[in-house]
């Protein structure tokens, strides 16, 4: 896996990749479609971001490139790399509890704030890493 070039794609297993860790300057694709909603996705080396129909999504800290990223009522998952550890940022239902795993290892149970958000942090090594954000 690499930086996703084209900025966001869809797969053909119906997920979206995005992001574009590789760019020191940043770069923005305004909507993309994808199963009826609309996209905009906003990386570079310094920061990923992506949202829905003008609604926030996904954001990384530094830049990341995200593969086969899925997102349910229940559950969000996809794959991450980047060249150093991160800290990501979801947008979930607010004050509820989720099960985090990264790489198949068990994360523990967070709760999301009043705005729904939920802050992770992912050690990056030298292949992507799965994470999986399922509510409770």
Not at 106 to 119: C, H, I, P, Q, V
């Amino acid at each position: 896996m690499a930086a996703v070039s084209e900025l966001i794609r869809t797969e053909a297993d119906g997920t979206i990749s995005f992001g574009d860790y590789t760019l020191n300057e940043k770069a923005k694709l305004d909507n993309f479609e994808h199963k009826g909603d609309l996209y905009k996705v906003k990386t570079c080396n310094e920061i990923t971001k992506l949202e829905r129909n003008g609604a926030f999504v996904y954001e990384s800290v530094p830049g990341t490139a995200v593969h086969n990223f899925a997102a349910t009522a229940t559950e969000v998952s996809f794959s991450v790399e980047g060249t150093e550890d991160v800290q990501i940022t979801l947008e979930l239902e607010a004050e509820a509890e989720y099960e985090i795993t990264v790489d198949g290892m068990n994360a523990g149970k967070m709760k999301t704030n009043l705005g729904g958000k939920l802050s992770i942090s992912v050690e990056i090594d030298t292949k992507p890493v799965e994470v999986t954000v399922k509510k409770c």
